[in-house]
């Protein structure tokens, strides 16, 4: 093979200063997670196909990577099906396997198979990599990280209260401030379509108010007229378009727009119980805001719907999202479940943190200092103290090779290890190291113990 | 869908018992690869399918999990070829990718396509799933965790005594004492194949060795004469059915055995450097023992073979090894770069530490106290404690509905939560809280910081 070698498209090789950052956040995630009383669970990278075909429509069927049947897979293809050669039926004779394709579906598919070694209600995280045969683009991967928190088996809205309070937990702790949490109810959504007599069309009517942000009022109106809402309706809805002011005074008008629609009302009071808990409780950096054109995920969300906007300053869009679904184990055979969950984007939360020069310093699994080799009589003596630095929990390592100094320095230069140290027979006489520092250049020589001490800080 | 789902089968869920477990495991092992100096790098699943066929012999092609291409397949599939039917000719037509099948291919095909962002001798670790289309049976699974940590770009017999000591440190760590480091070399049974005549029958004849603890002296001769071995040779061999003794007087009988075989006594020399630098360095719990039946990998390695025992209180085989190969990276066009790497192996470990009840009993991810609901007047008073707690670092949790108090004790019990917190009215009104050992039973009335001080515990 002479040409270069490379990777699928849409994958990625992460190189250790990547894998190390991308730990840090998974690394905080995890903490909060479990802070909160959520536990970690995993399932296999495949399932059954039938456990994930029909669960994400048919574009998602579509985005679904198929495993091949191993051994003579065409062997149990009948001629007749054969000779047609088409590639969607003869799918799933030659297929039984797929890769995850989000973490939600085996969730469910987890909590059936195991409800009867479950404690309900069940508090979940799962961080692993799901894969799409999407088409690869800025920011769009084959293959990349979920990290998602649910928790299945209560109605409580102490839940959604949490979900709030972690999301601010998570952000504070990477040092990402002035994050906003937006959030809304599904039931808010139905209320309006409801008040504006436009219940059939509640998704074609939600579709288009997500895109307030980006079409502006005009723009939501000319779409809605196509997807024929009435002039009436749109005059009902003209408060929604300048829905301003704080928490408070948009729950007000909300009550105020929805008092005849008994659902929407629910969707007011659930709204007003997270908003002015958290409002109590208080939060560290991000804020809360109401925000009724959110309708992420409407298919399966059925009450709160979460959506966490990275900083202004940043145009990065989405960093996280959830919501409350009522059925997710329904497809499985165990209806009635109510769940809420959110998830984390981990990939953007990168690049965020990314620009805004947010990732510490110290997060390095580098090495603290070098050992110069020169030659088997001198590494021996650096390969002690470095035994003794390794059981101190202090990382350090030797140079295999005795060649040209230069080119062992070079080595610490590049990887960026701060501290070099040469023992030659002078220092082993002496019983002494000496202590380079890379970036200063100042040398000093030391004993063991004082070497311990200058490394370990 | 009716029936319960499942997975497919050779995969696994983890429970968060398991996975909590599996992680400590896994943390150990990287917080000491990285004091030794090894950097993580994390590949794709799924790799182009030239990189990995043709790269583990016939058998290893076929356990390949193979993609399926997205979109109407067949399509590329000419008439004539797809006429024959056959299973074998048409993959590569139909499938263009497949899932990692090791971490040694992919991790010489990111050293050669990044080679010039690495600088060597680069020390790298991985950890990441592999996946094999192998019948599944106890303790053989379609989807496992591989831990390897390898360096490449140097020749330094250094390394190989660094990975005695990383096997060492790692065992040590883990409380798994009387861990045996079995220790070869490929020159030495090149050597021995060579001073017995038999150089065109090396693996035949290194696999027959191998077995020896299996089959005994007897069983090995018998298949040695099969694979036609001449008597002559077999009795030159018999100083090693009886190889006895401490490494020294090992390294003696091999001096004399290999004296001419100028391979044979590099293998020899090289054997000596690891095991006295070893003796002067010392080893903490683990021993290191040469094994000259040992041919693990005979077909990649080159130099130093490793294999690692568990205690011989539990019937497990290997936990770990590696050896040094000295082409990795040829086969992505890039000669000539020497390598050694070690790998952990995650499944077997956890059964042993689990056999010889080795978890440390705080591994675990679990709340140290449930709040009880009493209503949301009552859980609001406890999530403002909790609060509080979690930003002192301290897991809690709040029971999400203020249902029946024996439901809510009886989850704290199943799910080993070893604290309840309880505060009504009357907690509220003294600004206290009644906190109840699960275990003992017993109650006391404390403030938020005696709650705190006690809970941090």
Known sequence: MSKKPSIPKGTRDFNPEEVTRRNYIFNVIKETFALYGFQPIETPSFENSETLMGKYGEEGDRLIFKILNSGDFLSKVDDKLYSEKDSNKITTKISEKALRYDLTVPFARYVVQHQNQITFPFKRYQIQPVWRADRPQKGRFREFFQCDADVVGSTSLWQEVEFVQLYDAVFTKLGLKDVTIKINNRKILSGIAETIGAEDKLIDFTVALDKLDKIGEDGVKKEMR?????????????????????????????????KTSELGMKGVEELEFIAKTIEKLGLQTASLQIDVTLARGLNYYTGAIFEVSAPAEVNMGSIGGGGRYDDLTG?????????????????????????????????????????????????????????????????????????????????ADKRNIPFTVLAGEKEMEAQQYTLKDMKSGAQSSVSYSELEKMLAQ
């Open 226 to 258: 196509e997807k024929s809402i009435s002039e009436d309706a749109l005059q009902k809805l003209q408060p929604l378009f300048s829905f301003k002011g704080s928490n408070d005074e948009k729950l007000n008008a909300l009550s105020e727009m929805l």
């Open 331 to 411: 497809i499985f055979g165990m209806p009635n479940i109510s769940g809420v969950g959110i998830s984390f984007g981990l990939d953007r939360i990168y690049l965020v943190l990314e620009e805004l020069n947010l990732f510490p310093k110290t997060v390095s699994e580098n090495s603290k200092a070098l050992f110069i080799n020169f030659g088997n009589k001198e590494a021996l003596y650096a390969m002690e103290a470095i035994t003794n630095l390794r059981n101190a929990g202090i990382k350090a390592e030797l140079y295999p090779d005795d060649t040209k100094m230069g080119k062992q320095m070079g080595y």
